[in-house]
């Protein structure tokens, strides 16, 4: 089954190539405001990071199928000593737009990941009560659902396509994926890895959101690409994809993911370039793949 995977270096904030309610599942994780390892001072306050929630969540309304979900990866942030609540505010942005809140699963990521493992070692320290600070091994996974599916769609389809879209229930159970929390390995930033000093997430999570979420065939979003993971693995499972990037200096580690090769068009893959995109450098350890508007 042949699919076509469009990318777009633009800021999300419009995806004005993308026709009205053409999408069936969204998976994607905005940039952790003002993350200290990642996006240190990205956003001038947290009002500036707030309106580009609101401005991504509206514009996600408009470009997603009645009924279909989507799924945002993000995470309460601690920023020079103050907590800012993410998850509140952009499950309060998208019920805004009119999206239903569906579900939450947490991601617990691996004990002892030495970029989440300072905060704890404080009380080794000074062993006295008003040190603790646990180390924050999670993250959440926000399902949202614009409005509620027909399941007579299943009647449009293929005997073949239902057939490529049955869940693997053996992985469903033995790998938990029935549960709200999800044990899943993190993408360590170590040698000489594709995205390297990109905050990406696993191959795993959208392996699962996919599979659980869309049929054969179908189309997936991620407004925040950074290095094309989602993107990769719609094309592995047999669905099209739309990505946006507003870093255009990323392609070439989208092209490396998606196996282009200098030869997109043997891959399906479109690449678009519209004014409002920025280029950055490589190493992306203090500003990373996601500035005001791509992820991973």
């Known amino acids: ?9 633009g800021n999300c904030r419009s995806m004005k190539e993308i026709p009205d309610e053409s ?6 994780s905005p940039p952790y405001y003002n993350a200290p390892f990642d996006y240190p001072n990205m956003f001038k306050d947290y009002d500036e990071f707030l309106g580009l929630i609101r401005d991504f969540s509206q514009e996600l309304y408009r470009v997603m199928a009645p009924g279909r979900i989507g799924c945002i990866v993000a995470d309460d942030m601690l920023v020079k000593g103050e907590r800012y609540p993410v998850i509140a505010d952009t499950t309060r942005m998208m019920l805004d737009s009119g999206f239903r809140y569906r579900d939450r699963i947490v991601w617990v990521k691996p004990k002892g990941y030495v970029r989440i493992s300072r905060r704890s070692g404080v009380v080794m320290q000074h062993p006295y009560p008003m040190y603790f600070y646990p180390d924050n091994i999670q993250e959440s996974i926000l399902i949202f659902q614009k409005g509620r599916f027909d399941y ?10 239902l057939e490529k879209s049955k869940i693997p229930l053996l992985d469903y159970n033995s790998e938990g994926w ?16 594709l995205e390297r000093g990109i905050a990406a997430f696993p191959e795993e999570i959208p392996r699962r959101l996919i599979r659980l979420f869309s049929y054969a065939g179908e189309t ?13 693995v719609a094309m592995d499972l047999g ?15 989208i092209e490396a993911k998606l196996g282009v090769d200098n030869n997109a068009s043997a891959r399906n893959v479109e690449f678009q370039t519209r004014e409002d995109t920025r280029m950055q450098e490589a190493s992306r ?5 996601r500035t005001l508007n791509g992820l991973s």
């Not at 999408?23 to 994607?28: D, F, H, M, R, S």
């Not at 029935?178 to 890895?193: A, E």
Request: charged share 20%.
């Open 239 to 253: 669905r099209n994809s739309w990505g946006y990037e507003i870093d255009r200096g990323l392609r070439q580690k």
């Open 285 to 289: 350890l203090k500003t990373s793949s």
């Open 23 to 28: 999408i069936q599942l969204t998976v994607t």
């Open 152 to 161: 007579s769609y299943l009647q449009k389809l293929t005997s073949k396509v």
């Open 220 to 232: 997936v979003l991620d407004p925040f690409l950074g290095s094309g993971t989602t993107s990769k």
């Open 1 to 9: 089954m042949g699919t076509m995977h469009r990318i777009v270096f």
């Open 178 to 193: 029935y549960m709200t929390v999800w044990n899943i390995t993190n993408v360590l930033p170590l040698g000489k890895r």
